[in-house]
């Protein structure tokens, strides 16, 4: 039991050294891939606002086929001979 307890302290302390260790690999974020990521995210802001802009009722029936039709006094449906 006493063994046991030893070789779990001792995990337990290696596994604390190893995260300093880690941490110190991290490079910092590159100045160029910030400003990009900014840009990125104001250009999707703007995209945003101008979609919510010019954002159209869907409840709206568009009929594309209404310049096509004869007028109200003819048939268009009959071939004419």
Sequence with gaps: MLAMRK???A???LAGLAIP???QQQKPPDPEDVAKARDAAALDKKYKTILKLTDKPTDVK???WRNMRAS???DAS???H
């Design 62 to 64: 568009v009929d594309p």
């Design 72 to 74: 109200s006094g003819t």
């Design 78 to 80: 009959k071939p004419e």
């Design 11 to 13: 995990a337990l302390l």
């Design 7 to 9: 070789i779990t302290i």
């Design 21 to 23: 260790v880690h941490a």
